[in-house]
Structure formats: structure tokens, C-alpha cells
């Protein structure tokens, strides 16, 4: 990745019309360095890891001039505050855009494209997660530094703090938010624009196809992609109702695997009916329940299992079979 490829536009433009905003711009352009080796495409070694405390160092010398020059009232550490955090959401924003545009090209008609496209997009997610988590080391070891330094000026601590963060002003001024939240909802904001969830959806849809006609597919990729989703739906996690996790998942996800499970059946059915005699239709039925339990188990979430037995019952079951599945116990 470039480094400039990802910067604000027209940034420092808009960040010299005052005193607040060309703080925040000598500030910023030292983090926006920091963040230029995470985002890079290489993956973290011992030197860029020295490179970044470098510029740790730079950027806490800048606010350790600042704090000497007497220029940290709360106005300005706020002013500050709600600039960088724009800066940040906008770096971090254009990254994940850029990711998206390369499964672009990826997306194709074929099995293997699926599979491709599949495996490119758990490996940039695995791959974003880890910088995530090395932005908010990065974030933390600049914070322990300042409250060492100034252990008694917690305006400092306060401002270091919301740097990972939404913005300041949606946040109580005790209240500290890991940097891992801001950077999910980005990455779930940006896979929800346009066509992006659909051509990851579609991707899997056509290996679950594939794998109902019988064909061998790589069901890791598979778990992986819904791991992920779930892993979004922790985002909406509410103390009170464990099973808000799994909104993002049934919404982005699971409604377009059980309509298109709907429409694969259906047509199964008007082969079936005029194809085979009934017992054979039969064990055919039994089959098909037992390869969709195997299904859940293998890379859906369990609380799918209900409604895709169900929805096969309702499907693959004419009226006067209604007996038999009460026999068989499904």
C-alpha cells in the first residue's frame, strides 16, 4: 500500500484556518506516519515495530511542546480531539474502501472465482483485525507514556485516550472505548455499501449450490465468512438480550442463504415429483435433511438450524408425505 493513498483529502487545506486546526494538523500528519506502517501491506516485523515507536516519539514530543507552551486548555484539547477523530474514521474508512475494490476484481461467474474471491476476503479480514489491534497497541503505548510524563495532568490522558475512539463529543469524559469497536463498524459500514455484501453473499451461495449438486468444496471458507459475520454482530451486543449478536448475521446473511435454499428446493421438487417413484423421492427427502444438519454443524450458525429445517420440511414435503414425516420423526 502506498501511503499516500490513503491521507485525507485536501486536508491541510482545511486544517489551516486556526490556531486549534494547525495544532491538530502537526499532530495528526505524525499519527497519520504511524498509521501508514500498520495499514502497509507487509506484514509487521521487528523493524517497522522500532518504526513505529519512532514515531510514537514524535508525536508525544509534539504534545509535550504544546502542553510547555500552555497550549492545552479543554477548548483546544476538544477542538483537537473532534478533528483527529474525523482524520482517523477518514484514514481508516478509505483503507477498508480500497480492500472492498480489490474483491472487485476478484468476482467472477465461475466455482473457482467464488472460491478465490472467498479466500480473499477472510484473509483481509484476519489481516485487518491484526492491524487493528497493533493501531490500538501503537494507541496504548503512546497513552502509558503521557500518564508517565504527566501523571497529573489527566487532560492529557483524556485526550490520548479519544484518539481511539468516536468522536469526543458523542462520549462521556470518563468513558473509554477500544479502538477494535470504531474500526469494526467501519469495515461493516463499508461491506454493507453498494454491492459489496451481496458479492460476498453470492460468492458463498454459489459453494453452497455446488456443494448440494454434489460437488467438493472448501467448507473452511465458508465457516470463516460467517465467523465473520458473527463476529460483526457482537457490535449490536446487548447485556440484556445475548441473541442481538446475531442480528447482523440474519440480516446480512442468513435471510439470502434460506431464499435461495427455498429456490433450490423448489425447483428440486418439480424434477423429482415427475422423475423417480415415490420411495425413491422419499430416501431423497431423508438425504437432503440429513446433508443440511451437516450443514449447520459444518459452517452456519446453530440458531439457523430451526428455520432451515423447517423451511426443507415445507419445501420438500407434499401433503400426503405430511404422515411419513411424523413417522421418521423430523
Known amino acids: 500500500m502506498e501511503s499516500e493513498r490513503f491521507s485525507l483529502p485536501a486536508s491541510e487545506g482545511s486544517f489551516l484556518q486556526n490556531p486549534v486546526e494547525m495544532t491538530a494538523s502537526k499532530i495528526w500528519e505524525k499519527i497519520r506516519l504511524i498509521m ?10 521487528n523493524r517497522r515495530f522500532q518504526e513505529i515507536d519512532d514515531r ?47 474483491f472487485d476484481e476478484l468476482e467472477g461467474e465461475d466455482l473457482n472465482s467464488s472460491h478465490v ?20 497497541n501503537a494507541f496504548e503505548r503512546m497513552k ?34 477500544d479502538v477494535f469497536k470504531p474500526s469494526f463498524l467501519i469495515w461493516r459500514n463499508v461491506l454493507l455499501a ?61 435471510k439470502f442463504f434460506l431464499e435461495d435454499t427455498r429456490h433450490y428446493y423448489r425447483q ?12 425413491d423421492y422419499w430416501t431423497r427427502v431423508q438425504q437432503r435433511f440429513v446433508q443440511e444438519k451437516a450443514r449447520v454443524k459444518l459452517y452456519l450458525h446453530e440458531s439457523t438450524e430451526e428455520k432451515l429445517i ?6 420438500l414435503t407434499p401433503k400426503y408425505l405430511e404422515d411419513l414425516i411424523s413417522a421418521f420423526h423430523l
Open 36 to 45: 501508514d506502517r500498520i495499514y502497509s501491506e507487509n506484514p509487521m516485523d
Open 56 to 102: 510514537i516519539e514524535d508525536c508525544l514530543g509534539s504534545m509535550i511542546e504544546l502542553k510547555v507552551a500552555g497550549n492545552f486548555t479543554p477548548k483546544i484539547v476538544f477542538g483537537i480531539v473532534n478533528i483527529i477523530n474525523e482524520a482517523l474514521k477518514s484514514y481508516v474508512n478509505n483503507y477498508v474502501i480500497h480492500v472492498f475494490e480489490s
Open 117 to 136: 474471491l472467498l479466500s480473499s476476503y477472510n484473509t483481509k479480514w484476519e489481516a485487518y483485525k491484526q492491524k487493528n489491534r497493533e493501531l490500538h
Open 144 to 177: 502509558n507514556i503521557l500518564l508517565h510524563e504527566f501523571m497529573n495532568h489527566m487532560l492529557i490522558y483524556e485526550f490520548i485516550d479519544r484518539l481511539c475512539v468516536r468522536e469526543a463529543s458523542q462520549l462521556d469524559k470518563n468513558s473509554f472505548i
Open 194 to 254: 453498494g454491492e459489496n455484501n451481496l458479492m460476498i453473499v453470492n460468492a458463498a451461495l454459489q459453494l453452497i449450490e455446488a456443494e448440494r449438486d454434489g460437488l467438493e468444496i472448501n467448507t473452511s471458507l465458508l465457516s470463516e465468512v460467517v465467523h465473520s459475520y458473527i463476529e460483526l454482530g457482537e457490535l449490536d451486543r446487548n447485556d440484556s438480550d445475548d441473541g442481538s449478536v446475531l442480528s447482523f448475521y440474519a440480516e446480512a446473511f442468513e
Open 268 to 279: 428440486e421438487v418439480n424434477f423429482l415429483s415427475t422423475n423417480i417413484v415415490e420411495i
Open 310 to 315: 423447517t423451511l426443507c420440511k415445507n419445501e
